[in-house]
């Protein structure tokens, strides 16, 4: 059960520091929620998905919405693994018909 604790932490840390990277100006506790939010999926963070999101975000919502603010790079995080396991879901199906 430790190496189980060991191995999220480790890839908690891991998403932290590639999000860090392609978010270098958003909010520190934003890199490590979003961070957070993929370890919780154990997952390894994507940035260029989380990216596409926040574009998706941007053109669906007025300049004053409230996606837009501080909390956009986590919505657009929890936005990228709704789409990933979407895919994922979706491609076996499609390659049965």
Not at 31 to 41: I, K
Not at 54 to 79: H, P
Request: charged share 20%.
């Amino acid at each position: 059960m430790q190496q189980h604790h060991a191995e999220r932490v480790e890839l908690f840390v891991s998403n932290t520091q590639i999000i860090k990277k392609s978010f270098k100006w958003q909010h520190a506790m934003m890199h490590r929620l979003a961070a957070l939010l993929y370890a919780a999926e154990n997952k390894t963070a994507d940035g260029e998905a989380i990216r596409q999101s926040q574009e998706l975000i941007k053109q669906n919502t007025k300049l004053f919405s409230a996606f837009r603010g501080n909390s956009a790079i986590s919505i657009a995080a929890m936005l990228s693994l709704k789409r990933m396991k979407r895919r994922s879901w979706q491609t076996p199906c499609m390659s049965m018909t």
